[in-house]
């Protein structure tokens, strides 16, 4: 069904469009994550940031089944540019947000075009290359993933502390004009695609389902008491629907997310493992660069140069993990991956105001290295055991699972951490006449001039209770990556296969 125009240049401008889509999308998270500090000293509202990213992500995970399935029976490049072309569209009006509701609405419109993305991108790949070559490009499109986090802070830092933040946003349009253009000139495909009909209620109980559940976390022990009537009816909403999703999904003729293929080991385990790491690695991207600039007092250029280890390792590791994959077991490289990701967890959950640069470089960098392999790993055992008319389906659930879990870890670790920074400072400050203004928003110390206003006691009692916060945050993702662990050990001793091995199997 999938084929570029005769010649290797061409396959190499697809690729380059691809790759394009793709390190746009990636360096998306990233870029707005360093710049949230000043996001947040300009437009206010501190306790509603995780919603940016968040409202972003909601939107990502709800496109992308749907993508999955409509490109498997319309094509995938008119849909890949669609994605592109509306993803322009949000980034744009992100840019020229006055407010935070402003925003995060903008950003949910910028998410509906990022679903198609990086699903739809990595099953062309898996459509125009041999099995043997496979590996080599899921690695090289991993590393490009994370590789653009370290472009994503680097350039959030410059943008943000040169022009404004604004500018975040509006660095997508040149890239993405570009990548369409590649795209739309040198993709081809044929006019005949299988014909199937679309799951509109699965896809409906879904968007409902996870909604209702992202808003009952986000407003919950903020805007209402969990027991109130407002979040128990979110609660039941979820529950209701969530319940009817399955029961739909179980009898469709062609549903969102087709649960038979949870039957075959490697690809249960591979979801499993995508929504726990995207759980848990997105809660780097956006505390770090916080601590950095709420803790340590630096700009944003620094916490941009902060996150640069953690994506260099991620390179490395969905490197190695791309180019090994047809000699060693995907079990054998995620236990690399786990406890690699695992230590460097654990040594960012033990860190202070005091901690060394060097030392959180370092731990950065460990934590990166272990997740990279994911990158590469995950979407190609997601796809090694199935038949190719299931991967445009299989790759859209992993990249599905996997934004789950970011939106769920930004959602509810993002809660946490915004309840436990207001019960430290409100520990801290208790007793004193004439509480400061930071208990209640502590924007002020993401200012360098606000900050330096600050009575030093007072500063150093804001600064405690949010490093406190945040390595509260990465103590309980230990939880999550212990589960990987044991889910790895399930994954049998599958590799990628060959051509030729495949050939000799037959």
């Not at 590649?182 to 409902?208: F, P």
């Not at 407002?230 to 039941?236: G, V």
């Not at 809660?283 to 953690?310: H, N, R």
């Not at 004193?432 to 203004?437: D, F, I, N, T, V």
Request: aromatic residues 12%; proline residues 3%.
């Amino acid at each position: 069904m999938n084929h570029v125009d005769k010649g290797k240049a061409s396959t190499r401008f697809v690729v380059i469009g691809l790759l394009l889509g793709i390190f746009m999308a990636a360096m998306d998270n990233t870029i707005v994550a360093t710049a949230m500090g000043s996001i947040v000293a300009d437009l206010g509202s501190f306790d509603k940031f995780a919603w940016v990213t968040a409202s972003y992500m909601v939107a990502v995970m709800a496109g992308m089944p749907i993508y999955g399935k409509l490109s498997d029976m319309y094509g995938r490049k008119r849909f890949f540019l669609f994605g592109l072309i509306f993803f322009l569209i949000g980034s744009a009006l992100c840019g020229i947000a006055q407010t935070m509701d402003q925003l995060i609405i903008y950003r949910a419109i910028q998410g509906l075009g990022g679903g198609a993305l990086l699903p739809i991108a990595f099953t062309i790949i898996f459509d125009i290359f041999p099995p043997e070559k496979r590996g080599k490009m899921s690695g090289m499109f991993g590393a490009v993933f994370g590789l653009s986090s370290v472009l994503g802070p680097l350039l959030g830092a410059i943008i943000t502390d040169s022009i404004g933040w604004h500018w975040v946003f509006y660095i997508n349009v040149p890239i993405g004009i570009v990548s369409v253009f590649l795209i739309a000139r040198y993709y081809q495909e044929s006019l005949e695609h299988r014909k199937q009909k679309i799951d509109w209620s699965g896809a409906i109980t879904l968007v409902v389902a996870v909604v209702s559940l992202m808003f009952a976390l986000e407003l919950g022990g903020k805007s209402y008491a969990w027991d109130s009537v407002q979040i128990l009816t979110l609660f039941a909403v979820f529950l209701v629907f969530g319940t009817i999703f399955f029961i739909v999904e179980r009898k469709a003729e062609e549903p969102i997310i087709s649960f038979w293929m949870f039957k075959n080991r490697l690809f249960a385990t591979s979801q499993i493992l995508a929504f726990l790491y995207g759980g848990t690695f997105i809660i780097l991207a956006v505390l770090i660069p916080i601590f950095v600039q709420a803790v340590y007092g630096e700009s944003a250029t620094s916490a941009g140069f902060i996150l640069t280890p953690m994506m260099i390792g991620s390179v490395i590791g969905s490197m190695i993990g791309g180019t090994m994959q047809t000699k060693v077991p995907f079990r054998r490289l995620m236990t690399i991956s786990v406890i690699s990701f695992f230590a460097g967890m654990l040594l960012l959950a033990n860190m202070s105001p005091d901690t060394a640069r060097l030392w959180l470089t370092l731990f950065m960098m460990i934590s990166g290295f272990g997740v990279g392999f994911s990158f590469s790993l995950l979407p190609s055992a997601s796809m090694n055991d199935l038949e190719p008319r299931y991967r445009g389906s299989a790759n859209s659930t992993n990249s599905f699972m996997r934004s789950l879990g970011m939106t769920l870890g930004v959602t509810i670790f993002g809660t946490i951490q915004t309840n436990v920074l207001t019960n430290r400072l409100a520990d801290a400050f208790s007793g004193m006449k004439g509480a400061p203004s930071q208990i209640s928003d502590p924007q002020a110390i993401f200012q360098e001039g606000a900050r330096s206003q600050i009575p030093t006691d007072i500063l150093n009692k804001v600064i405690d209770a949010m490093s406190q916060s945040i390595t509260y945050v990465f103590l309980l993702a230990l939880f999550p990556i212990a589960l990987a662990a044991i889910t790895v050990v399930f994954m049998g001793n599958a590799r990628v296969r060959t051509s030729n091995e495949m050939k000799e199997n037959e």
